[in-house]
């Protein structure tokens, strides 16, 4: 099993910035990618950014130039750095983990909500 541990979201203004953090623990050798999805009242999840054991990176077209994934190997976190925030960017961001083996784990989901 793997446990994924949120931090980061909240109220920001428009054109704020925020970090979400994701912590896996557990059974993580064989995880080959980890990111985040987000869902809007209303609207279909999307993925919004994702990263790579090896450290590729994939960014929804909403989110480029905007937000930034990276990761801590050492502390088996990643991070979401998210500037320049819209209210179209609020929802429930939730963090996932790839196991190619396993399936996908999810964290629990963490509220981010820009107004206007």
């Known amino acids: 099993q793997v446990q994924l541990v949120e931090s980061g979201g909240g109220l920001v203004q428009a054109g704020g910035s925020l970090r979400l953090s994701c912590a896996a623990s557990?059974?993580?050798?064989?995880?080959?990618?980890m990111g985040w999805y987000r869902q809007a009242p209303g609207k279909q999840r999307e993925l919004v950014a994702s990263?790579?054991?090896?450290?590729?990176?994939n960014y929804a077209d909403s989110v480029k130039g905007r937000f930034t994934i990276s990761r801590d190997n050492a502390k088996n976190t990643i991070y979401l750095q998210m500037n320049n925030l819209k209210p179209e960017d609020t929802g429930v961001y939730s963090c996932?983990?790839?196991?190619?083996?396993?399936?996908?784990?999810w964290g629990q989901g963490t509220q981010v909500t820009v107004s206007s």
């Open positions: 990263i790579t054991r090896g450290g590729s990176t």
């Open positions: 996932f983990a790839n196991d190619p083996f396993r399936g996908a784990y």
């Open positions: 557990g059974s993580i050798v064989g995880i080959n990618a």
